[in-house]
């Protein structure tokens, strides 16, 4: 019946979808003429173009759009982009991304993510690096489906492109403050000065405090709270002639008390008894999540008379953070586990582009990664554990990542109607791990200083043939290859059968259409995608002798995800304008044999964090009111289809569907003053969004945050 309800509902939305353009249209062709509608440029293809004359499935979220849904940092840009999910959600550490029902995240210091996320062009590394503050963003691109042509080995689902504003040529000063419920407050001040006629320079600095919303019955404290630092300090330089040369400084802090999930039904330690409801917990767990990013970049540009540019982009990134998590969730002092984690990395990029308008364009490339991982994370017992009280153990090990790679991408324009885009990428991958497991509890095996080697060489290409219809209409499709290197499971193991696991291939199909209409008041972009993997790496519970369940990364087989995805924004009047993204996604193993235990293939199942439908839709309306000011509303939707936690698929990892709706209005009086009241999640729904069991067997789960409301101010002046 549920299979019968999907094919019904597809064909549904797409209908619906029709009636509404052609009802949108109809106002469109009726409103008054042609309105100012500025266009999008992004760097997706390492140049500034418009978004609709480029053959890529991508989502551009500029900065008025960002501070207009609330978000400060990236994850809480979910609900808007709905072929993303953050995963379990629960901590900015583990940074879990899937696009397109494709994701992970690096757990261990043995494996990758599959999403890459960069900021102004430097890999920021590791999943805890991941969600990034978006206080000076100027925009935030989502390229979905695998770009390993341009991006390399780690962005086999997708890429994440944070670019932030550069310092300019006059001075101007901003204050940003919010206050709100659970003692939310947050002060955020910028500063851009000229110190010359050819050196700029701004800074940054930021501070968010809020309640946590999650009561700890037995320690009487609030868990989920935040505690954040940012500081950033950039320099901008054209003292030479058609030479840009930007250098930036970040740091970001995060010191909360936080928990990583609640019990759902009581285990061996009835933890749940006591604390039934949401957001209530009984740990006798001082838990806490800490993380510090540092990053320094510098990017050099030079653009010749003839517009061809050199580029030169060099990045220094250090990530570390440590956490502290309940493993009973009871009042017992049974188990903990402290997990951590401290990279650096050194990043150079050169580029060659070429000049655009002329039958050939390209760009052309080298990259260079330098990557160390450590680790000392530990699991500890308390009194309380029966089989080893007061014992530990203990995965101590190091990691090191080098690669090297060049890239060619490019277009071959036929002629005016008709163009070719290819490109490949060479990619040379060196991985090496020290690795050992000291055990005192006698769940796990004794490991001494385990070294393992492994190289990686790869050809990532990519070709698509695409048609201009006209000045406004785009038809492009693509076919590229995909892929994410090999590692090992660098983490509390009872077995070494499966510590190495293989690289990962993938094959993605597509076409789309960029379109607008009305001068440019109606965008319609949408992209239909299939994407087959090859030796797919998944993370799964596999189950001990002493009926424990440990988390490992396996090669699963075969996977494919396929579906449609929409974009689409309306100007249906000077003041009022309408949003609607949408994607609708089928993403499945076709082949996991002993996936669900020995004889038992998990064909068929859907794969984890991949919810069929999302929606979301968005109504702003702007209206002066007198002189300069003007009042502003927005009010949205979002709705994200049940899903799945773990690929065996049973109702203990079950995610029910949920929605999410918020709001916002406010005055502008010119440029200087803005006020708004805003909040999120309306209707305070205490929905689930990830669902699973501990490693003692508890049901455990994650709820979305209740709701959150409060005041914005902001002040500006030049």
Known sequence: MRATMRKMLFPRNVYLLGLLLSSCSSSLVLAQAALDVEEVVVTAQMREEKLQSIPVSIGAYDKSFISTVGASSLTEMEMAIPSINFGSGDRSTRGEIAIRGIGDYARNIGTNARVAVYIDGVLTGRSSSFDQGLLDVAQIEVLRGPQGTLS????????????????????????????????????????????????????????????????????????????????????????????????????????????????????????????????????????????????????????????????????????????????????????????????EQFSQEFRFASPKGGRVDYVVGAYFLDQDISTERQAITGPAFPAAPNAYAQTPGEAKVDAASIYLHGNYHFDSRWSLTAGVRYVNESKSIDYSIIDLTGWFIDIDHLEKKESFNEWLPKVGVNFQVSPDVLFYSSVARGYKSGGWNADFLSTLDNFQFNSEYAINYEVGIKSSFFERRLTLNSSAFM?????????????????????????????KSQGVEF???????????????????????????????????????????????????????????????????????????????????????????????????????????????WVKNISDNASLRQKSRSFLRVPRGVYTSPRMYGVEIKYQFD
Do not use: C
């Not at 009973?328 to 188990?335: E, H, I, K, Q, T």
């Not at 797919?536 to 009926?547: E, H, K, R, S, Y």
């Not at 799945?644 to 005055?667: C, E, K, T, Y």
């Open 152 to 343: 390399g080995t780690n962005a086999l689902a997708g890429s994440i492109n944070i670019i932030t504003e550069k310092p300019g040529d006059a001075f101007k000063a901003e204050l940003l403050a919010n206050i709100g419920n659970y003692d939310f407050n947050s002060l955020t001040g910028k500063l851009n000065i000229p110190l010359s006629e050819h050196l700029f320079a701004s800074v940054l600095l930021g501070a968010t405090e809020r309640d946590g919303y999650i009561y700890n019955h037995v320690l009487d404290r609030d868990l989920q709270g935040i505690n954040r630092d940012v500081a950033k300090l950039k320099l901008r330089y054209i003292g030479v002639d058609q030479l840009v040369l930007d250098v930036g400084f970040d740091y970001l802090k995060d010191d909360v008390k936080s928990t990583n999930s609640e019990a759902l039904a009581n285990g061996l330690f009835n933890g749940y008894t006591r604390a039934p409801a949401p957001f209530e917990v009984a740990h006798d767990a001082d838990e806490f999540e800490q993380r510090e990013l540092k990053g320094a970049t510098v990017e050099a540009v030079y653009e010749t008379s003839e517009n061809y540019r050199w580029s030169s982009i060099t990045g220094i990134r250090s990530n570390e953070f440590r956490e502290l998590s309940e493993e009973d969730y009871s009042p017992l002092n049974v188990a903990v586990s402290v997990f951590d984690e401290k990279s």
């Open 531 to 559: 994407t087959q993997f090859d030796d797919f790496q998944v993370f799964q519970f596999l189950p001990t002798p002493a009926d424990r369940s440990i988390l490992i990364l396996t090669n699963a087989g075969k996977a």
């Open 567 to 677: 974009d689409i924004n309306l100007l249906l009047t000077q003041n009022l304008s309408f949003t609607l993204n949408t994607s609708l996604t089928s993403a499945k193993f076709e082949e996991f044999r002993d996936g669900g235990g020995f004889g038992v293939d998990l064909a068929d199942h859907h794969l984890p964090y991949a919810p069929q439908n999302n929606y979301y839709a968005a109504l702003d309306y702007v209206v002066p009111v007198f002189g300069t000011a003007e009042i502003y509303a927005h009010v949205d939707y979002s709705y994200t289809d049940n899903y799945f936690s773990q690929p065996n698929n049973i109702p203990d990892n079950a995610i029910p569907s949920r929605d999410l709706s918020n709001a916002r209005i406010g005055m502008r009086v010119g440029a200087a003053w803005d006020f708004s009241l």
